[in-house]
């Protein structure tokens, strides 16, 4: 009878750790490939390590490819989107939670009814109404079309945190004094921060790997984005996968360093600190 709990939790952490590897695997091919020479990435075959690496497709990257130029690109693009949707969703997220107006239903039906598009049914008319307002080509023509189709999920992501905080944290605010811009300035907002972290996790991953109106909207290299920049390493005739590899890996560093600033928000409890009883 004991050895059966034990064989359970073995196969739970057998297959947690078999996913994990799964997850990885990817990863650790894409490193493996970025340190591989050209001269070994066909002749050795499939290899769990090169029998000799190189940084030499990174130097290349850095030093010799229009690269830097699509990471500051992805950096401006992602960062300005994840805070502008941030914020509006915050304040439509909240006013969704807390306040009945007329209309509101219809709006959230509208809001729901725009994520039902696929978006490449949508690049043409886009195309057509950024192009007279000189905003194709242009990083702020990409921070406004991200920013329209990150904004009503991030509200409704928003929205479901603050349906989870009590009113009577609010409405205690109030009655001490508090106008209701002031106890959600200083008693949700903090409550939420999980929420905030996770909105704002979701959004700048959202726009540092989109490829369709970046390749679409954007025409020249100094304002691509990265991942429209990775197709310069393909040619006509042949591909670079080493150095394809190589900011692949560079691009994953950003993305890797938010998470890391933000994981503290995203593992706390939403209502730590909230009234008793």
């Known amino acids: 009878m004991r050895a059966k709990p034990i064989l359970l939790m073995t196969a739970h952490r057998l297959a947690i750790l078999a996913y994990i590897a799964f997850a990885l695997f990817p990863l650790y091919w894409l490193l493996k490939v970025a340190v591989t020479p050209n001269d070994l990435l066909y002749s050795e075959g499939i290899r769990l390590w090169p029998s000799r690496a190189t940084l030499d497709h990174f130097d290349f990257v850095l030093r010799h490819s229009a690269f830097p130029t699509f ?39 509208l809001m729901l009814l725009t994520q039902m598009f696929p978006l490449v049914m949508l690049v ?41 905080i009590p009113k009577d944290l609010e409405e205690a605010a109030m009655i001490d004094g508090a106008t209701q ?42 304002q691509a984005t990265f991942p429209v920049g990775l197709l310069s390493f393909v040619s006509k005739f042949s ?24 994981q503290r928000y995203l593992v706390q409890g939403l209502t730590a600190g909230a009234v008793k009883g």
């Not at 990150?150 to 928003?158: E, H, I, Q």
């Not at 959600?184 to 700048?204: D, E, H, M, N, S």
């Not at 591909?239 to 933000?262: E, S």
């Open 71 to 109: 990471f500051k690109n992805s950096l401006i693009v992602s960062g300005s989107t994840a805070v502008i949707v941030t914020i509006l969703a915050s304040l439509s997220g909240y006013a969704l939670s807390r306040f009945n107006f007329r209309g509101k239903y219809w709006l959230v039906a």
């Open 181 to 222: 811009f002031v106890a959600f300035r200083q008693i949700i907002l903090p409550l939420t921060l999980p929420g905030i972290a996770a909105t704002l996790g979701f959004v700048f991953t959202a726009a540092w790997s989109e490829l369709l109106f970046s390749l679409m909207l954007i025409s020249g290299n100094d």
């Open 239 to 262: 591909v670079d996968f080493g150095q394809m590899m190589a900011a692949g890996v560079l691009a994953l560093i950003p993305a890797c360093l938010f998470f890391l600033l933000i």
């Open 124 to 164: 043409a008319p886009i195309f057509k109404i950024l192009s007279p307002l000189g905003l194709t080509n242009s990083l702020t023509g990409l921070v406004i079309v991200y920013t329209a189709f990150n904004v009503p999920f991030a509200t409704f992501l928003m929205q479901s945190f603050f349906d989870g």
